[in-house]
């Protein structure tokens, strides 16, 4: 059921988690008129992803596997913002189509772009891959990166299957992205 709240007093309770850091908004990216109908909302992650599993009211709620994929991909953001902090003109965002099409996370440096896309389990799906391709067609000089739980990297076409691990580890600011 839908709260029936304003959405100016939803966006006043966002920005006051926002200023107490315990929420952070990343914004969508938009480095060039698009092909495609971009969204405008930002996506909002858990400056802790421990902070979303805790909000979740039971054990079995916390354990389903939504809640397990968004521990995820707050965690990955956690990692990205701070190597993007330590990392000279490197920005942080996501990309989404009005039609629901979307990539995770978008890395713009002065290097390039790289599109990265959490997922959980050992398999892509290509609905998994959707965002990444699309991506692709608009930005074809872009590094796809898929995060999974797969023992060692692997190419699917231009996308390269990361092990979540080891890629939240790779992560060192002042560093290339691992990839």
Known sequence: QL?????STVMDWLDLLESMFLV??????????SRRALAAQP??????SG?????????KAREAPDAIGAAREG????????????TRDARLSTWRT?????????VETTDGL???????????RPADRRGLLAFHDEFPDATLIALADVGVPE?????????FASFLTGIVPGSALPA
Not at 3 to 7: E, G, H, I, L, N
Not at 75 to 86: N, P, R, S, T
Not at 99 to 105: A, N, T
Not at 114 to 124: D, F, N, P, Q, W
Request: net charge positive; hydrophobic share 45%.
């Open 43 to 48: 996506k909002f992650y858990f400056a802790d």
């Open 155 to 163: 190419r699917q076409g231009p996308i390269t299957v990361i092990p």
């Open 98 to 106: 009005t039609g629901g099409v979307e990539v995770d996370f978008v």
């Open 3 to 7: 709260a029936d709240v304003r959405k």
């Open 24 to 33: 952070a908004r990343v914004p969508v990216f938009s480095a060039r008129p």
């Open 51 to 59: 902070i979303a599993i805790a909000f979740r009211p039971t054990d």
């Open 114 to 124: 790289v599109a990265i896309e959490v997922k959980s389990g050992r398999t892509l």
């Open 75 to 86: 965690l990955v953001y956690q990692h990205l913002a701070a190597w993007c902090e330590g």
